[in-house]
């Protein structure tokens, strides 16, 4: 115990995170009891009943912070769920041992009877060799990005009481504009926890923004990382990027249903609100993520090219008719506040920010509530769920003594 108290010491927000955690683990512990043991749930939205004519790829999912990345996640959550998939999980909590380096060591012993892991979705920082100890050679590797400037924004706003470089400032009535003031002033790259001060995806994608901001070297380093990812999605283009994550999974349009998960109150205008020149300072204080978010961009579109306009415009419009059939027949209507989110819907909320959740239909048959339930939950919840359906324990809030 006086490991843990030293570390609650040192990093109270995510002390409290795993203790909110603890509380949202008993609430889901009977219905999760529930599911042991049931290896097909009732898919009713649309399509999602039927098999895929082959089961789906091994995946890997390099979930960046704020960038969208739980809606993608809570996709592949249930993809996993509906196909019975093995997933990776960290030994403790809800990430791999972040801020540190992925190593093989964080992740879960397998269950009995698995050969192999199938899905590793939960945060971590890219070390592409350990993450190919674990998972198998013909894994997909997908990671998603999102415009710098909003990235940035979502981070601060969400971290602003954890992240040792915003913490001075969590009072301050114009945090942000204080900070990119002098920023040098709150920010030591050495100290632990500052990761998402500056440039977190690049952070997140094990780089280090160390060198000069015109070297070649990113060059080759945005290089090593184009040949590692399979697909790199871009939340501004998120639909185009799922339906090419589609071709790469073998999943039918159907499989693709999602509501938007994680979005704080607020948050939605955030870059147009901008004082003048604020963005401008955001974009120099993380040059890399800029580049980054370019480069990807770039990858993208050709992407698109490749695949075809005419094919991607008429595939767009039929995805975009499922999320709205999805949303008339599972929501109440619009996400909602916390204080609205019934207690096992309600995301962790941090100190800084209201964490937007959904109300479900009222009236909704069994088999369909449940699939809706599914499309809803948010991250800590699921991971939860799928954690005690596959070891049938509950996941270990911190190292043992």
Known sequence: MVLVRLWCSAVPGRCRALLLAGLLLLLLRQAA??????????EPLRGEGESAGRPPPNVVFVKTHKTGSSTLQNLLFRLGERHNLTVAFPRYTYQFAYPQRF?????EPLPPGAARYNLLLSHLRLAAGEL???MPPDS???TILREPVRTFQSVFAYYRSTVPAFRALASHPRPLAAFLQAPARYYDPAAAGNGLARNPMAFDLGLEAGGEEGGSQWDRELERLNQTFQLVLIAEHFDESLLLAREL????????????????????????????GLARRIRAWNWLDVRLYRYFQAVLWRRVERYGYTRMKGELEAL????QETRETCLAGDAVGPEETADELRPWQPDTAAILGYKLRPDLPPAQHASCYRLVLPELQYHARLYYRQYGRELRAQPAD
């Open 140 to 142: 997909l590797y997908l």
């Open 249 to 276: 999974l073998g999943l039918r349009l159907e499989e693709l249903a999602y509501v938007r998960l994680n979005a704080r109150r607020g948050g939605g205008d955030e870059a147009e609100a901008l004082a003048p």
């Open 132 to 134: 190919r100890r674990v």
């Open 103 to 107: 190593a093989a060591a964080f992740v």
């Open 33 to 42: 009891k529930q599911e042991v043991g049931r290896t097909s749930p009732p």
């Open 320 to 323: 975009r008719s499922l999320l």
